[in-house]
Each structure stands twice: as structure tokens, then as C-alpha cells.
């Protein structure tokens, strides 16, 4: 069983995205933080669930689609995984501070 680890970023992403969501419904915000997590969980059983971000070269950086956002993660090893960003499909993710330094790897 592989330990995931939210970086503080991550969660500040997902508070965002919470309070954007929460301005039109509230239990509509409440249902989609339970998925990023519910989704998450999935990763301590099945580390390598998601799929290569396509931005990037590296195998171990993964990401799993969650309604209209991205869960990017990397496998450090089999049983060590950590959230990096939830990010809007939207954007580029070349464009968000949290995962910038990674894109080169």
C-alpha cells in the first residue's frame, strides 16, 4: 500500500477551487473536494492509476482526470506518491508555479 502525500499547494488548489465552485453551490463544492479525494485514494492500491501528464518525459509525474480538473501526482516510489497540483484542464499547466519545476525532468 503506497502512502499519498498532498503538497500545501495542492490543497490551496483545491480550497480554490472549492470556493469558486461554492459561489453557485455549495453542495456542488462539497461533492467535488470529496472526489479529488476519493479519486486520490484509489493511488494508495494502484500507484500507477493515472496516466503520463502529456506535457512532460517523465513516467513517475501521472495524472488522473477528475470532472473538468487534473490531479497531477508523482510516483516516487511503489509505496510513495505525492499530489502535486489540481489543475484546471484549461489551463496550461506550464503555466502553474506548482509543477513548473518539474516539466524539465
Known amino acids: 500500500m503506497a502512502k499519498v502525500t498532498w503538497a500545501p499547494s495542492s490543497i490551496k488548489d483545491i480550497s480554490a477551487i472549492a470556493e469558486y465552485i461554492a ?3 455549495l453542495s456542488a463544492a462539497k461533492n467535488m473536494v470529496n472526489l479529488f479525494f476519493e479519486k486520490a485514494k484509489i493511488l494508495e492500491q ?3 492509476y493515472g496516466k503520463p501528464v502529456p506535457e512532460t518525459k517523465n513516467p513517475a509525474l501521472r495524472e488522473i482526470l477528475v470532472g473538468r480538473y487534473r490531479i497531477i501526482y ?9 499530489i502535486l497540483t489540481v489543475h484546471h484542464q484549461s489551463r496550461l499547466v506550464k503555466s ?10
Open 23 to 25: 459561489k453557485d453551490s
Open 46 to 48: 494502484h500507484p500507477e
Open 74 to 82: 508523482e510516483v516516487y516510489t511503489k509505496s510513495s506518491i505525492g
Open 96 to 105: 502553474n508555479p506548482s509543477f513548473k519545476k518539474r516539466l524539465g525532468r
